[in-house]
């Protein structure tokens, strides 16, 4: 069975930092990627991660202020979350997939964890 677990979220105030894991199990996978969706709005790409060479994406809005790593032993990865601002409160998702690509739309992801709620207060 295909899993992708999400932790880490909570509550923090601006400025503040978080670290988010996804721990996979079940499958190997070439791409793992965060997706954060806030109220009323469409989800949206964060970041991702190539698993083999570790290459790198950022959304525009989160670049500089967030990290994403992963660990072979742990088959997780990790969203660490720097200078938190009220406009990152959202929803977090982690999605995978096989292909060799940093895809930014949801649409391209065929497995989801349940998601992990990140919020910043002002």
């Known amino acids: 069975q295909v899993q992708l677990v999400e932790s880490g979220g909570g509550v923090v105030q601006a400025g503040g930092s978080l670290r988010l894991s996804c721990a996979a199990s079940?499958?190997?996978?070439?791409?793992y990627t965060w997706f954060r969706q806030a109220p009323g709005k469409e989800r949206e790409f964060v970041a991702g991660?190539?698993?083999?060479?570790?290459?790198?994406n950022y959304a525009d809005s989160v670049k500089g202020r967030f990290i994403m790593s992963r660990d072979a032993a742990k088959n997780t990865v990790y969203l660490e979350m720097n200078s938190l601002k009220p406009e990152d409160t959202a929803v977090y998702y982690c999605?995978?997939?096989?292909?060799?690509?940093?895809?930014?739309?949801?649409?391209?992801?065929?497995?989801w964890g349940q998601g992990t709620q990140v919020t910043v207060s002002s």
């Open positions: 079940g499958r190997t996978f070439t791409i």
């Open positions: 991660i190539g698993w083999s060479g570790g290459t790198t």
């Open positions: 999605a995978a997939s096989r292909t060799i690509v940093i895809f930014t739309s949801p649409g391209r992801y065929e497995y």
